[in-house]
């Protein structure tokens, strides 16, 4: 079937290019103007924090919002008359600010917060939203900031912090997809040598990558589409078309180097590594698809765009390229770069050959050293802690980093997450019962304040805020949300008829974290077990597939292994700009298997098709291993190189 399909692409190249650009424009046209909006929803059904959040919203609409610290300094002392009066008609102007619910004044303090520092030089005044956060418009914080910026002077400083903030400074980046291309160009051009070569998986990125992400508009009609994920569907879809396109573009040109004309050259190309680019790409649309299984609503859109820009450039491979490879003809080799024009034959004077010759001599000698390296690797894994890092991670020229750093000075790491207790009370009664709860959390050790209870006007609801001790990235705050939720709170509202949620961006990321190690082994599961079928179907055999998913969680474990090291332990992070240890983003080890899992069987299945190819062309497996590992190396290894600049790329671009 494959073979027809080629052969029909390749003599009908007019007809298949003009289907492709019809259905690039109209795809294009349609996601601008019947695209749908991202979404906003970030909620996590069954977590108490949700819990808490849906009370409020119900009973406490206006504790129910984003929030944004304003903290400053002033070297004469917060109460020094010409900064109270500054800082008054500051707090004036914003709480005139639309969306604004209300501003906590710390001159004021009217929820009992302890918002002047002992020393008297740092304060912060808390602004509620009577929104959440992501739905702040970013015009309103600059106007915000604006006013700040407007206030300061000399001997103060005014900086903001809160989740409206964060949550407005975060901006996908923009024209990273044209500097991956830039390094993809550079990395075909060494690989290939010919600009022609080159072009090819180029335009058929572009292809994909387009239909794809009107693809993704178009979805979010009807799923949630979070606004960053045209940028994760670009960068997995920018590796996966280039690295499907240089597979085949690279077995067309070993034809056409054997003395194979163009067309026969086409179809054995699509029949060899079209056919693994077919079975390599549904194991990653199928990873992707995979994250459908953790349950969280703003992973919808991630999985369906990314595996729709996956589908469609493997489409792609299979149908525009062999068109394309019928417009170049013998031409593909023409525009060499001087040195750097390389030839595909299988020569046993290769780097590769040579390599896989020596491994094979030595197998159990090679493979001990590789298996206690990768070991070493993962070792770090297993002391892997999940949460979120707090803006003491942040860049020092963000507010928020600044804000941080001053409310750390003047209070303790512990008052930039603050625990929002949101609890159910019988009137009155309830809120004597709150009140004991107050000096019951006050001695729990790990705490360094908690507010007096606040009601609503029903007196049906009330909050507290309890600010821990340590940072909101410390374990030891998560042992504290832990701690309250297991223990104080239930021992001392038993019986009363008050129910008592704990909520807050602290608690929301324990909450997400401890969801994160529920159903990632189920996502692990059931992908690895539909690849093993698959790969079954392939090769025909189950000691192949086996073989690949161990050697992929393998390599996926020490992926873990050098994100612990890096980012929690610390070890070499001042050389890629990270200063401060933290805990491993909860999200990171699902999106990284997902990619990975995938990515890497994109490999295994390319080199284990030839070896195969081989095999069956030689019947001899030593030799068979030797020139499926000689004539995959080099493509294997460029198409690991565009994948990481494509993704290096995209890191810089975040702020």
Not at 131 to 137: G, H, I, K, L, Y
Not at 593 to 604: A, K, N, P, Q, R
Request: glycine share 10%.
């Amino acid at each position: 079937m494959l073979q027809r399909l080629a052969r029909w692409c390749y003599t009908h190249r007019w007809r298949t290019l003009v289907i492709w650009i019809v259905a690039l424009v109209g795809l294009v046209f349609l996601g601008k103007t019947a695209g749908g909006d991202y979404a906003s929803d970030f909620s996590l059904p069954g977590a108490e924090s949700q819990h808490a959040l849906d009370l409020l919203k119900a009973r406490f609409p206006s504790e129910s919002g984003g929030t944004v610290d304003i903290v400053f300094k002033a070297d004469q002392g917060v109460n020094d008359p010409a900064v109270k009066a500054s800082m008054v008609h500051f707090l004036a102007q914003v709480k005139a600010l639309p969306r604004i619910a209300a501003v906590i004044d710390p001159y004021q303090a009217g929820q009992g917060e302890p918002a002047i520092s002992r020393d008297g030089r740092i304060a912060f005044a808390r602004v509620d939203f009577t929104v959440q956060s992501q739905d702040v418009p970013k015009s309103e914080v600059d106007r915000l900031e604006a006013l700040g910026t407007a206030t300061e002077g000399p001997g103060l400083q005014i900086e903001f912090g809160g989740d409206v903030i964060q949550n407005a400074q975060f901006e996908p980046p923009g024209g990273a997809e044209a500097v991956g291309f830039v390094a993809a160009i550079l990395i075909l051009l060494i690989s290939f040598g010919s600009v022609l070569a080159m072009g090819l998986p180029i335009m058929n990125a572009l292809f994909g990558i387009g239909i794809g992400l009107s693809l993704v508009f178009l979805f979010a009609n009807f799923i949630s589409v979070p606004n960053f994920t045209p940028q994760i569907a670009s960068m997995i879809g920018i590796g996966v078309g280039i690295d499907y396109a240089l597979f085949i573009v690279t077995r067309y040109r070993q034809g056409l180097h054997e003395d194979r004309d163009p067309q026969g050259a086409t179809l054995v190309a699509l029949t060899t590594a079209g056919r693994a680019v077919i079975f390599a790409g549904t194991i990653v649309v199928i990873s992707l698809l995979g994250l459908l299984l953790m349950g969280f609503q703003f992973v919808q859109g991630i999985a369906v765009g990314a595996a729709a820009a996956v589908f469609v450039t493997m489409l792609a491979s299979v149908t525009l390229l062999p068109a394309m490879l019928g417009f170049v003809g013998r031409n593909i080799d023409k525009l060499h770069i001087p040195r750097l024009r390389r030839t595909e034959n299988v020569s046993s004077k290769g780097f590769w050959y040579r390599w896989s010759r020596l491994i094979q001599r030595r197998p159990v000698a090679t493979g001990l050293v590789g298996l206690v390296a990768i070991i070493a690797l993962i070792l770090p894994f297993f002391s892997m802690r999940l949460g979120a890092a707090d803006a003491g991670n942040d860049p020092q020229h963000l507010t928020t980093r600044r804000a941080y750093d001053l409310l750390s000075e003047g209070f303790g790491p512990g008052f930039n997450g603050p625990l929002l207790l949101a609890a159910r009370i019988p009137g009155q009664q309830g809120l004597a019962v709150m009140s004991r709860l107050q000096q019951e959390i006050a001695n729990t050790p790990g705490v360094a304040a908690v507010t007096p209870p606040f009601p609503n006007a029903k007196v049906d609801t009330a909050i507290m805020r309890v600010y821990p001790a340590t940072s909101p990235q410390d374990a030891a705050t998560s042992d504290l949300v832990k701690k309250l939720r297991d223990q104080v709170i239930p021992q001392a509202t038993q019986g009363t008829g008050v129910q008592v949620l704990i909520d807050g961006e602290t608690a929301f990321f324990v909450d997400f974290a401890t969801k994160i190690g529920q159903r990632l082994p189920v996502l692990i599961g059931v992908v690895i077990l539909l690849s093993f079928i698959l790969l079954m179907m392939v090769f025909r055999s189950i000691l192949v597939p086996v073989k690949a998913a161990v050697m992929n969680l393998l390599s996926i474990g020490a992926a873990y292994g050098v994100i612990v090291s890096v980012f929690q332990k610390g070890w070499g992070a001042s050389l890629i700009g990270v200063d401060k240890r933290g805990p491993i983003e909860s999200w990171v080890p699902m999106m990284m298997f997902t990619i990975l899992f995938g990515l890497s069987m994109d490999y295994e299945i390319f080199l284990l098709s030839r070896i195969r190819e081989e095999y069956l062309r030689t019947r001899d497996n030593g030799l068979a291993v030797a020139n499926g590992v000689a004539s995959t190396g080099r493509v294997i290894t460029a198409a690991a190189a565009v994948m990481i600049a494509v993704f290096l790329t995209f890191v810089v671009g975040f702020d």
